[in-house]
């Protein structure tokens, strides 16, 4: 099974499951351990995983974070895990301070279902407050697929993860920020398109008359983009069912051949062309198979 299969099953057994499942102990065995098989570690292996890692924190000892993943005797990522139905938000200050007692250059705050992945990004050895990537288990996107890939044993890099992770946290926010100001947009982004197109004073009551037409635009830009796209996908997927029918219908109307090679004839075609390689080209040498005789 490869790693995107393997993804996608484990997000159906969370759906699936997740019902049934009554404590943070319970979350970690059916959901998280799991995830961190589909990332290429074996659970089972102290050198590779080790559950309940120590990260004492000045004087404060015995402080443990839920598993650690190793690499040549060092935490990597460190990762807390809590309930499923958890919110993540109240819980990231207890893996920032793990984070800055340990080496690893990674944490991940999860529930089984979404993940956070943060770094140090701002600040060396302290971990960001706001998460570089994140995603939920059972509605992954392919995009996000590839870019969790980076994080499995195999293809673990380092330096290209750290690379990637400034680009992918400042997308993720412009994305919200995206999201936000077309769902609710604010005054700064309503009077800059209202300056646009507007010749007169942007008064309050012209600001207000023109965030309702600046959100009801991008409405209306997303579902033509939308409309536009399922358009060009069922237009291909016909153009493919009427090839297939085509094919369907030439094969059918096509007689079924009376011709058949036997063995004994491919046999005297090759004993012919190893005489004749020596007088003419390989490549001149050919048969032609008729329902009356073998000709070469």
Known sequence: MDFKDAVKVLGERVGRMK??????????N??????????????????????????DIGIKKGEKVDYAIMKEGAPIILIECKHWSADLNPHNSQLFRYF?????????????ISYRFYTDLVEAN?????????????????????????????????????NTASELKFM???RN???????EPGDDFVRYFAKS????????????????LVKRTFQQYVNDAISERLKSALATEQQ?????????????????????TTADEMEAFFIVRAILCSKIKVARIAHRDQQSYFGI
């Open 177 to 183: 920020l995206v999201v936000k100001e077309i769902n």
């Open 19 to 28: 019902d049934h499942i009554a404590t943070e102990e319970a979350t970690k």
């Open 100 to 112: 800055h007692t340990t080496k690893a250059k990674f944490g991940i705050l999860t529930n089984g």
């Open 172 to 174: 993720s926010e412009l």
């Open 240 to 260: 493919l069912v009427d090839e297939i029918q085509k094919e369907e219908v030439a094969a059918a109307s096509e007689p079924e051949s009376k011709v058949q």
């Open 126 to 162: 302290k971990m960001d407050e706001k998460p570089f990537f994140e995603f939920r288990i059972d509605d992954i996107k392919e995009v996000q697929v590839e870019k969790l890939k980076e994080f499995h044993k195999s293809y673990f890099n380092l330096e290209s993860i750290i």
């Open 30 to 55: 059916a959901f998280i351990m799991p995830f961190i098989q589909t990332l290429g570690y074996d659970v089972f292996n102290p050198l590779e995983v080790v559950p309940e890692f120590i990260a």
């Open 197 to 212: 197109v507007y010749s007169s004073i942007v008064t309050p009551k012209v600001l207000e008359q023109f965030r309702g």
